[in-house]
């Protein structure tokens, strides 16, 4: 089983950054496309931005020009950087991961990390 703890959560100000990191621990492991979602009070989860194995990124419109992600795969860590942040931003964000066999069709899930951006 793989476990994702996440970390860089917080307040901040609005236009202020912050950094999430994910690592992913397990005795053995590969892991295909990792990423973020967020899910704020009364709304549905959303997907942030996702990055595959190879490095090719998505980011939902909202994000776009503000958000980074990135991963280091040597360490099993993906990051989210989080500039020029909008209250808007303020959300549990979670780190998820999905495994490289087929045969594996549930994704693994952080436990979040709250982001707060004040106004």
């Known amino acids: 089983q793989v476990r994702l703890v996440e970390s860089g959560g917080g307040l901040v100000q609005a236009g202020g950054s912050l950094r999430l990191s994910c690592t992913a621990f397990?005795?053995?492991?590969?892991?295909?496309?990792m990423g973020w979602y967020r899910q704020a009070p009364g709304k549905e989860r959303e997907l942030v931005a996702r990055?595959?194995?190879?490095?090719?990124?998505y980011y939902t419109d909202s994000v776009k020009g503000r958000f980074t992600i990135s991963r280091d795969n040597a360490l099993n860590t993906v990051y989210l950087q989080m500039n020029s942040l909008k209250p808007e931003d303020t959300a549990v964000y979670l780190c998820?991961?999905?495994?490289?066999?087929?045969?594996?069709?549930?994704?693994?899930w952080g436990q979040g990390t709250q982001v707060t951006v004040s106004s």
């Open positions: 998820n991961a999905d495994d490289c066999s087929p045969y594996v069709r549930e994704a693994y």
């Open positions: 397990a005795s053995a492991m590969c892991l295909s496309t």
């Open positions: 990055i595959g194995s190879s490095g090719s990124t």
